[in-house]
């Protein structure tokens, strides 16, 4: 697993937000970071994703396809359907 300490975990999360982000900058998954934040007791940053489920809530309401939505925001149909019904 990647030496990253607490404190470096924490200061990484400020700036890149998502598990998945801070695991691509160190060449790990996005499960191992979550396993290191788990082992520090960090939490995890609330609303992350707030800016991308209002874009995807404003998509779909201009009448653009879950399908389309799901593809370019990388997510699966059933995730896009999630976020439009929890967003509303």
């Known amino acids: 697993m990647a030496k990253i300490n607490k404190s470096q975990l924490i200061k990484l999360q400020g700036k890149y937000i998502t598990d998945d982000a801070i695991g691509k900058l160190y060449g790990i998954s996005r499960q191992a970071v979550h ?6 007791g960090i939490p995890p940053v609330e609303n992350k994703h707030k800016t991308r489920n209002g874009e995807i809530v404003k998509a779909y309401k201009k009448g653009t396809s879950c399908v389309k939505i799901a593809q370019k925001y990388k997510l699966s149909i059933s995730q896009t359907y999630r976020v439009i019904r929890d967003e509303k």
């Open 35 to 40: 396993q290191l934040r788990n082992k520090f």
